[in-house]
């Protein structure tokens, strides 16, 4: 596989930063895109843009096609049963709170408790606070390990048979553990509890079956999978999809409106409310063939290789600490300098053109679990090879120099 | 621009060893100061006498180079200071930030002049202006005696 073909379909790598090459390692936070994305945009807004679904006009016929064909397209990406079962959203925040919501209108009372984990992201806790808050709800937390490993056995523990719902990271956007969710799903069938599974960071990195992980839920984000903003997608089981009440209330998602009733569109329209991000969605399309097209195999083989050289060059620096050692881990790469705060490395490398993220990454709970206020982090895409972290450990040790560090 | 105007030699020093860090005995005033997009975290201790004399000034807190430096030199820059002047130091600060780079000020030394001016490098760096500002705000807000922690989103600059 030939890195530099595949980075050549990344319109943004021909450009400089601070008069420096990019060298992007924030693809945790957002991917860059490939040019079949962006020619998508362009293509649909020129020659194809309608409303989809409303109209009978050509344009809308055409438009209403491609939607669906990206739907029928994550349906096979993800091994979903039925296209029913994709549920196009504004983010994956959202997607989580679709479920959050209408799942804690229907099945939390007082007293309930909805089981999470120390690794998660705000979007897959701040949803279920609110159902604390409105609806008196507990939320645990499962811990975790100093290596960042989900504690499976303390899990079990916290299960209860007020347990409604299981809410977890695939993977974690700060120690890069891949969660073991077969695992996780088996220990909550014998309990009868659903689980909803965070693959924001999972999707564009490793194989996502949700067949084969066998969970209800499963939120997917797709500019981190090198598609445009706008587009989330919830996966849910259909028999939740059909159960579950409607979200946000509007045109496109009723079947018949009376004065005195109304009643909803069936599978997937109940979910998709209002106009949808027509053209991002189509583009999406595009984010999938780009990934098909290397295959996901050949992907977690490449960012594999890039991270083991990360660490092994990163882990040779004077006081850089790398944030957890997870059992399995993927190309995110916490970290810390002792002497320079991550906000101070961000800064400085920025100026030799890396892009990092230094904060808590929206992880204030694993920050505070792991005794930290703020890490830097790089984070891997299909795009970077080893000369990307050639650059970043050369930048590091710049900020060392600055800081004049022994 | 070369980081290393912003990270000039007083601000790693500041920044490595701050000046009046720790919790003030017999303070008159505190207040917190909170930057939600990194963590950092300040709390100063101010002690006003009789006069409105910023008679001792102290902080304690987290966060990086540029925000301990510049509660630092803060503290050093308003300790002694009537409250008047304090205040127009605070102004003089901020204004620098955000537009003018030159100070006039009868209150400060040309010592303390160019450690103010030694911060103003942060202009450069948008993202980066709000962890040199945070303790400023701060101190105005001890100094007024309000109970609200200073929240970086909800001040100007």
Same mark, same amino acid.
């Given at each position: 596989?030939?890195?530099?073909?595949?980075?050549?379909?990344?319109?943004?790598?021909?450009?400089?930063?601070?008069?420096?090459?990019?060298?992007?390692?924030?693809?945790?936070? &957002?991917?860059?895109?490939?040019?079949?994305?962006?020619?998508?945009?362009?293509?649909?807004?020129?020659?194809?843009?309608?409303?989809?679904?409303?109209?009978?006009?050509?344009?809308?016929?055409?438009?209403?096609?491609?939607?669906? *064909?990206?739907?029928?397209?994550?349906?096979?990406?993800?091994?979903?049963?039925?296209?029913? +079962?994709?549920?196009?959203?504004?983010?994956?925040? +959202?997607?989580?709170?679709?479920?959050?919501?209408?799942?804690?209108?229907?099945?939390?009372?007082?007293?309930?408790?909805?089981?999470?984990?120390?690794? +998660?992201?705000?979007?897959?806790?701040?949803?279920?606070?609110?159902?604390?808050?409105?609806?008196?709800?507990?939320?645990?937390?499962?811990?975790?390990?100093?290596?960042?490993?989900?504690?499976?056995?303390?899990?079990?523990? =916290?299960?209860?048979?007020?347990?409604?719902?299981?809410?977890?990271?695939?993977?974690?956007?700060?120690?890069?553990?891949?969660?073991?969710?077969?695992?996780?799903?088996?220990?909550?069938?014998?309990?009868?509890?659903?689980?909803?599974? $965070?693959?924001?960071?999972?999707?564009?990195?490793?194989?996502?079956?949700?067949?084969? /992980?066998? !969970?209800?839920?499963?939120?997917?984000?797709?500019?981190?999978?090198?598609?445009?903003?706008?587009?989330?997608?919830?996966?849910?089981?259909?028999?939740?999809?059909?159960?579950?009440?409607?979200?946000?209330?509007?045109?496109?998602?009723?079947?018949?409106?009376?004065?005195?009733?109304?009643?909803?569109?069936?599978?997937? *329209?109940?979910?998709?409310?209002?106009?949808?991000?027509?053209?991002?969605?189509?583009?999406? !399309?595009?984010?999938?063939?780009?990934?098909?097209?290397?295959?996901?195999?050949?992907?977690?083989?490449?960012?594999? +290789?890039?991270?083991?050289?990360?660490?092994?060059?990163?882990?040779?620096?004077?006081?850089?600490?790398?944030?957890?050692?997870?059992?399995?881990?993927?190309?995110?790469?916490?970290?810390?300098?002792?002497?320079?705060?991550?906000?101070?490395? &961000?800064?400085?490398?920025?100026?030799?053109?890396?892009?990092?993220?230094?904060?808590?990454?929206?992880?204030?709970?694993?920050?505070?679990?792991?005794?930290?206020?703020?890490?830097?982090?790089?984070?891997?895409?299909?795009?970077?090879?080893?000369?990307?972290?050639?650059?970043? !450990?050369?930048?590091? *040790?710049?900020?060392?120099?600055?800081?004049?560090?022994? | 621009?070369?980081?290393?105007?912003?990270?000039? $030699?007083?601000? /790693?020093?500041?920044?490595? &060893?701050?000046?009046?860090?720790?919790?003030?005995?017999?303070? &008159?005033?505190?207040?917190?100061?909170?930057?939600?997009?990194?963590?950092?975290?300040?709390?100063?201790?101010?002690? =006003?006498?009789?006069?409105?004399?910023?008679?001792? =000034?102290?902080?304690?807190?987290?966060?990086?180079?540029?925000?301990?430096?510049?509660?630092?030199?803060?503290?050093?820059?308003?300790?002694?200071?009537? @409250?008047?002047?304090?205040?127009?130091?605070?102004?003089? @600060?901020?204004?620098?930030?955000?537009?003018?780079?030159?100070?006039?000020?009868?209150?400060?030394?040309?010592?303390?002049?160019?450690?103010?001016?030694?911060?103003?490098?942060?202009?450069?760096?948008?993202?980066?202006?709000?962890?040199?500002?945070?303790?400023?705000?701060?101190?105005?807000?001890?100094?007024?005696?309000?109970?609200?922690?200073?929240?970086? *989103?909800?001040?100007?600059?």
């Amino acid at each position: 596989m030939d890195i530099n073909t595949i980075k050549s379909q990344f319109p943004i790598f021909s450009k400089k930063i601070n008069g420096k090459p990019l060298t992007y390692l924030d693809s945790s936070n &957002s991917s860059q895109k490939p040019i079949g994305v962006i020619n998508s945009l362009d293509f649909f807004y020129k020659n194809e843009f309608s409303n989809i679904g409303r109209s009978i006009h050509s344009l809308a016929v055409n438009a209403t096609n491609k939607f669906e *064909e990206t739907r029928m397209s994550v349906k096979n990406f993800i091994n979903a049963s039925h296209k029913e +079962e994709i549920i196009f959203t504004k983010n994956a925040t +959202e997607a989580i709170n679709l479920v959050a919501t209408t799942f804690g209108q229907q099945n939390i009372k007082k007293g309930d408790e909805i089981l999470i984990t120390e690794l +998660e992201h705000h979007s897959n806790y701040v949803p279920w606070h609110y159902l604390r808050e409105t609806r008196g709800a507990i939320i645990k937390f499962a811990p975790i390990n100093d290596d960042g490993d989900i504690i499976i056995e303390e899990l079990k523990n =916290l299960i209860t048979s007020k347990t409604k719902i299981i809410a977890v990271t695939h993977l974690s956007n700060v120690t890069g553990t891949i969660v073991p969710i077969k695992e996780i799903v088996e220990i909550a069938r014998k309990k009868n509890i659903p689980v909803l599974v $965070d693959g924001c960071q999972s999707t564009p990195h490793i194989k996502v079956d949700v067949k084969d /992980l066998d !969970c209800d839920f499963y939120a997917i984000s797709c500019h981190k999978v090198y598609g445009p903003t706008g587009v989330g997608i919830l996966y849910a089981k259909k028999k939740w999809l059909e159960k579950l009440p409607p979200y946000i209330g509007g045109g496109g998602m009723i079947s018949e409106v009376k004065k005195d009733k109304i009643s909803y569109a069936p599978l997937p *329209e109940k979910y998709e409310a209002g106009t949808m991000p027509t053209a991002e969605v189509v583009a999406f !399309c595009e984010s999938i063939k780009f990934i098909k097209s290397i295959g996901i195999e050949n992907i977690v083989k490449h960012e594999k +290789e890039v991270t083991n050289y990360a660490l092994d060059k990163l882990k040779k620096i004077n006081s850089v600490n790398i944030v957890g050692n997870p059992k399995n881990k993927a190309g995110v790469i916490s970290f810390t300098i002792k002497g320079i705060h991550p906000h101070d490395i &961000s800064t400085i490398v920025d100026e030799e053109g890396v892009a990092i993220r230094a904060g808590h990454h929206c992880c204030q709970i694993l920050h505070e679990r792991l005794g930290l206020t703020a890490t830097a982090r790089a984070s891997i895409g299909i795009y970077n090879s080893k000369e990307d972290i050639d650059v970043l !450990c050369e930048s590091i *040790e710049k900020c060392r120099k600055v800081f004049e560090l022994k | 621009m070369d980081v290393k105007q912003l990270y000039q $030699d007083i601000i /790693l020093e500041h920044g490595k &060893s701050p000046q009046n860090f720790g919790k003030l005995d017999g303070y &008159s005033h505190e207040a917190k100061g909170y930057n939600p997009l990194c963590g950092d975290q300040v709390q100063i201790y101010l002690k =006003l006498n009789n006069e409105k004399k910023v008679e001792n =000034l102290t902080f304690e807190g987290s966060g990086c180079a540029i925000s301990i430096a510049s509660t630092s030199i803060m503290t050093e820059l308003v300790k002694g200071k009537s @409250f008047i002047s304090a205040k127009s130091i605070i102004n003089a @600060f901020l204004s620098m930030i955000k537009n003018k780079t030159e100070i006039r000020l009868k209150d400060l030394d040309e010592d303390q002049k160019i450690k103010m001016m030694s911060l103003s490098g942060v202009k450069q760096y948008p993202m980066r202006v709000k962890c040199a500002t945070l303790a400023w705000h701060t101190l105005t807000s001890a100094m007024e005696g309000k109970k609200q922690q200073v929240n970086t *989103e909800t001040v100007d600059i």
